[in-house]
């Protein structure tokens, strides 16, 4: 039975408010389940919008955690004291057996808690790429069955290495590690495949001056890649998020 009793109940952490749960708040309200938002940068927490509690200090109550994107680095804790307190509750989550979801920021903090390095790559890596699922990825509970490449959005400065004891479970594009899964149900994802169009349109118009000059193709492409590969990506990503969820009631 899961820690709501009825149905799997999610701590969904937006780390800013440019970055919100997207098709993965979907999914798991697709699933059955439901999910409380804490905004750290924003000082709110929807279970409490009028005093904000701060980030709980177990997973108690929770059956799974994810941990969504945002511009800072996951080493950036003087400025964001709230990223250490977050990477310990993650571990804590992992360390009970309970589902965790990192994307890209969220997955540089979940290797980064583990000592794996996180680094600036030099290079804007945005746009839709084709990944490689790996033979463990293959065998995955999240990738089984989806097919050997994958299409996904990416949209992302830094990467990291393989925290110790992880598996990679994808790989390509400019980077080594794009997915991976500690224990039984903790997962990290360097890309996003949880976006919107929306979304995607905001973080140009915010980051977009200097983004387009790293990454060109971001101002002439875009639209069309949203064109041709978003119906696809909003399947995967119920395919791959519903699992996700599945793995949650069983915590």
């Known amino acids: ?52 509690p701060g980030l709980p200090d177990s997973p108690a109550g929770y ?21 250490t307190d977050l990477a310990a509750l993650a571990t804590a989550f992992e360390a009970s057996g309970k589902a965790v979801l990192g994307v890209c920021l969220g997955a540089q903090i979940m290797a980064r808690s583990r000592g794996a390095r996180v680094w600036h790559m030099g290079a804007l890596e945005a746009g839709y790429v084709e990944l490689e699922v790996t033979e463990d990825g293959r065998r995955d509970a999240l990738f089984a069955g989806l097919g050997p490449r994958l299409i996904v959005f990416q949209h992302h400065y830094e990467a ?47 980051f977009g001056e200097s983004e387009f000059k790293d990454e060109p193709r971001l101002l002439s492409e875009l639209d069309a890649g949203f064109q041709r590969h978003m119906r696809d990506q909003r399947r995967l990503a119920a395919q791959v998020f519903g699992r996700w969820v599945d793995l949650a009631k069983q915590a």
Do not use: N
């Open 1 to 52: 039975m899961t820690s709501s009793g009825l149905r799997p109940h999610v701590l969904m952490v937006v780390c800013d408010p440019v970055a919100p749960s997207g098709l993965i708040g979907g999914a798991i309200l697709d699933k059955g389940g439901f999910y409380d938002t804490i905004v750290p940068m924003a000082g709110f927490a929807s279970r409490s919008p009028r005093d904000y």
């Open 63 to 83: 059956d799974g955690l994810v941990i969504l994107g945002g511009p800072m680095s996951a080493s950036d804790e003087a400025e964001h004291p709230w990223l």
């Open 160 to 206: 990291f290495d393989l925290p110790a004891g992880a598996v990679k479970l994808l790989t390509g594009g400019l980077c080594e590690v794009q997915a991976f899964r500690l224990g039984r149900a903790a997962y990290g994802f360097q890309f996003h495949l949880e976006v919107s169009i929306d979304s995607v349109r905001d973080w140009m118009r915010l």
